[in-house]
């Protein structure tokens, strides 16, 4: 059967924003769900070492930290570098597919390893050492514990090895046995919000799909996410060549989908006949999200998701609207951007910027939010090097918008 897509005049950005919050559940439809689920439906959680992977959950399915640090324990939901070579936090039907999907990025230092004359080989019996290291050892190893006891098998790549990123061959060794499934990195206090890590072996069987069929049902699960996305907008999520993507695209039967802005986007036929009945919420629906949130991040439209008359808004002078990515958080209403956020944890409170007067339920959600950080993770940090005091220029400018 043939999906009808929607005339492309009713496909308005109001209507696709709401349309994509509905798909990454935000509209309360995830309400109950495991965090394997709420992966599986809205996509994988981005995860540089802040905190988003814990707000994902908790603004889906309502899931507490410590359910989500008892999940990565029990390998319910694990951190591992997949698209692009980027860390994602993922379900466990995901994990052999997804690594597969990572590993040419895992390969990719050879290049420069070559240049330092390091062979293949060396890292191959390096590899093995690692991996009899860990099996010997009664804990997970961090890489200082690894070096000390491989001794010499880690070589030192000297002054030119750090200027290229290399300093030593371990990182290399460690990032293709991870991308074989061979060992694993837990994080040292169980946490997600840092990258303080361990390794420990593992053994995860491989996928038994091919690289094309890897690739296919990367893209099937990206439109899936999504809810339909340009071709430069999955380029951009994968990193797959032009060929391999339009071939994943045919293999799946994506269609092409005109919308009232005149992009196109490709789209899973199931979702083309559901686009075609579905209809934007009456009422609010407010969340506070991460800058690095699937909604964002997945497709890195942020421009779309501001309305007209908030497109020219600013903060220290920047234009929102015209940046790849978000300088703080986003508050939303139904996929529409209608203000921004930081954590201040000086003060134990949100610093919140909403470009019209607060409503009710704007107010409720940012206290909402506010305690379970305070209570939950004691601070919200976007990436690793974030901290209170490179922030604080952000939460001082939020605040001065605000009329603080």
Same mark, same amino acid.
């Given at each position: ?13 109001? =209507? ?7 798909k ?7 309400i109950?769900?495991?965090?394997e689920e ?8 981005r995860?540089?070492g802040?905190?988003?992977p814990y707000?994902t ?6 899931i507490?930290?410590d359910?989500?640090?008892?999940d990565?324990?029990?390998l ?11 860390t ?7 994990y052999a ?15 420069v390893l070559?240049r330092?004359?390091v ?7 390096l590899?093995?050492?690692v991996e009899?290291?860990?099996?010997e050892s009664s804990?997970?190893?961090d890489?200082k514990?690894?070096?000390d ?8 790549l000297g002054e030119?090895?750090?200027k290229?990123g290399?300093?030593?061959?371990l ?5 293709l046995l991870?991308a ?5 990195r837990? &994080? ?10 361990a390794y420990t ?10 690289d094309d069929?890897a690739r296919r049902?990367?893209?099937? =699960? ?5 809810g339909?996305?340009t ?12 060929a ?12 092409e989908?005109?919308?009232?802005n005149?992009d196109v986007?490709?789209?899973?036929p199931?979702?083309v006949?559901?686009l075609?009945?579905f209809?934007?919420p009456?009422d ?8 690095t949130d699937?909604?964002v991040?997945?497709?890195?439209n ?16 920047t234009t929102?609207a015209?940046?790849?990515?978000? &300088?703080?958080?986003p508050?939303?209403?139904r996929g529409r951007?209608?203000?921004?956020w ?5 003060k134990e ?5 909403t470009?019209?007067q &607060?409503?009710?339920?704007?107010r409720?959600?940012?206290?909402q ?7 939950e ?7 690793s090097l974030?901290? &209170?005091a490179?922030r604080?220029?952000?939460?001082d ?8």
């Amino acid at each position: 059967m043939t999906a009808t897509a929607p005339a492309a005049a009713t496909l308005t950005p109001e =209507r696709l924003r709401a349309w994509a919050w509905h798909k990454q559940g935000l509209d309360g439809s995830l309400i109950g769900r495991t965090s394997e689920e709420v992966l599986d439906h809205a996509g994988w959680a981005r995860s540089v070492g802040g905190a988003n992977p814990y707000l994902t959950l908790f603004a889906r399915a309502g899931i507490s930290r410590d359910q989500a640090d008892q999940d990565v324990k029990a390998l319910k939901i694990h951190e591992l570098p997949t698209a692009r070579g980027c860390t994602y936090v993922l379900g466990q039907a995901d994990y052999a597919w997804a690594l597969q999907i990572g590993r040419d990025a895992a390969i990719a230092p050879f290049k420069v390893l070559a240049r330092l004359g390091v062979e293949r080989g060396e890292i191959t019996l390096l590899e093995d050492e690692v991996e009899h290291a860990l099996k010997e050892s009664s804990s997970p190893m961090d890489p200082k514990q690894l070096r000390d006891v491989l001794g010499d098998s880690v070589r030192s790549l000297g002054e030119e090895g750090k200027k290229k990123g290399a300093s030593t061959t371990l990182p290399t060794a460690l990032g293709l046995l991870q991308a074989d499934g061979r060992i694993r990195r837990v &994080p040292v206090n169980g946490r997600l919000d840092q990258q303080r890590y361990a390794y420990t072996g593992w053994g995860l069987q491989p996928s038994g799909m091919d690289d094309d069929g890897a690739r296919r049902l990367l893209l099937e =699960r990206y439109l899936r996410w999504t809810g339909g996305a340009t071709f430069k907008q999955t380029q951009w999520f994968t990193a797959f060549t032009v060929a391999q993507s339009k071939a994943a695209l045919a293999g799946m039967g994506a269609v092409e989908v005109p919308t009232a802005n005149g992009d196109v986007l490709w789209m899973l036929p199931a979702d083309v006949d559901r686009l075609a009945d579905f209809e934007v919420p009456g009422d609010e629906q407010i969340q506070l999200l991460a800058g690095t949130d699937s909604l964002v991040l997945h497709r890195r439209n942020s421009v779309d998701m501001f309305a007209d008359e908030d497109k020219g808004k600013k903060v220290l002078d920047t234009t929102l609207a015209l940046q790849a990515d978000l &300088p703080d958080h986003p508050i939303l209403d139904r996929g529409r951007i209608m203000g921004l956020w930081q954590y201040d944890p000086g003060k134990e409170r949100i610093a919140a910027w909403t470009f019209d007067q &607060p409503t009710e339920a704007v107010r409720g959600r940012i206290t909402q939010v506010e305690t379970w950080i305070r209570e939950e993770l004691g601070d919200f940090r976007s990436f690793s090097l974030d901290s &209170p005091a490179s922030r604080q220029v952000r939460i001082d400018a939020l605040d001065e918008a605000a009329g603080r």
